[in-house]
């Protein structure tokens, strides 16, 4: 019976011909290092660069609506000068009242609150079906009519305007809302954008959960599909509702100074002889106002959506 002399441990390494590795290697053998640093998981600290950089950002993107506050509390003598004013005048409220009054901005503000968001709703709802439909549905001619979609993205606007313009007129729609609203309800890029969205955040095994737990379509969108696609629909009302809120072009073709957008209720300010550039930058300001309340209360939601949905992504 012999004894065995090897180090502690050695057994474990033995292979299966019950030969033990020399002492050498055991000698030899370095330590496995950690699969994580020391400090990782830690938050970083910004430092003064990237506070500074901040910073400069932050006025570089203030500047403009700062410049339209300035503009609007000025008269259009004192915009006009060389150098221009960089400190607020004291007609602000003046010219607010003016341009309230001029351009009736009043029924713009009502009538480009209600485009913009039954725009928004519309584009939201349709284009998260149609991108829940194209990412996770099989059906034929998926891939074809994804394309066509993407496809009307290359169309430029311009070439619809006459035929969609007939077609408004027939209906009865002429210089009203629903002539703006109705030929954007929904719009190639939210489909993209959610189809995008729903390939990669719904997997594909809580859909077919809720097949095999006898949920339609329907049901498995209303409750599986949209707390997902919450954050991205967030963002898309967003992008929406802002882009509803400042289109001119189809608006100006369709609708007259008796029922205006805000943008088409600032060409009045402009239609005159000499412009009061003073006086349209309290209009643009007045149009801008509605955007900046909409943000400051529902962007923490928004940044908030948009941050929950990438940690769980």
């Known amino acids: 019976m ?9 057994e474990a390494l033995e292979p299966l011909t019950g030969v033990a590795p020399p002492r050498s290697r055991l000698r030899n053998r370095r330590p496995r290092r950690p699969l994580l640093r020391p400090g990782a998981g ?36 004192r915009v006009s000068q060389t150098p221009p004013p960089f400190l607020p005048g004291p007609n602000l409220l003046k010219n607010l009242s003016a341009a309230w009054e001029d351009a009736a901005m009043g029924k713009a503000l009502t009538n480009s609150f209600i485009v913009a ?9 349709f284009a998260t079906l149609a991108g829940f439909a194209f990412a996770k549905l099989r059906f034929r001619g998926r891939n074809i009519l994804l394309m066509l979609v993407i496809g009307t993205m290359m169309v430029p606007p311009q070439l619809s305007v006459v035929p969609l313009f007939m077609m408004m007129t027939e209906l009865g729609w002429g210089q009203k809302l629903p002539a703006v609203i109705f030929p954007t309800l929904v ?11 729903l390939s990669e955040a719904l997997p594909d095994e809580l859909v077919e959960a809720g097949r095999v ?55 009045q300010l402009s239609s005159g002889y000499i412009r009061d550039q003073s006086l349209i930058m309290a209009g643009a300001l007045l149009g801008t106002l509605p955007l900046l309340v909409m943000f400051v209360v529902f962007g923490r939601q928004i940044v908030g959506g948009i941050m929950q949905g990438a940690v769980k992504g």
């Open 213 to 267: 737990d006898g949920a339609h379509s329907l049901r498995i969108f209303w409750s599986v599909v949209l707390p997902i696609a919450r954050p991205a629909m967030a963002v898309l009302f967003m992008i929406t509702f802002v882009h509803a809120w400042n289109d001119f072009f189809w608006p100006f073709i369709v609708l007259d100074m008796t029922n205006p957008t805000i943008p088409v209720a600032l060409t």
């Open 117 to 125: 968001t039954t725009i928004a709703l519309s584009t939201v709802l």
């Open 42 to 77: 830690r938050p970083h600290k910004a430092g003064p660069v990237a506070y500074a950089l901040l910073a400069v950002a932050a006025l570089l993107s203030l500047f403009p609506l700062y410049w339209t506050m300035v503009a609007a509390s000025t008269d259009n003598t």
């Open 2 to 10: 012999t004894t065995d002399t090897a180090r502690p441990g050695a």
């Open 187 to 197: 719009s190639a890029v939210g489909v993209f954008f959610m189809r995008q969205y």
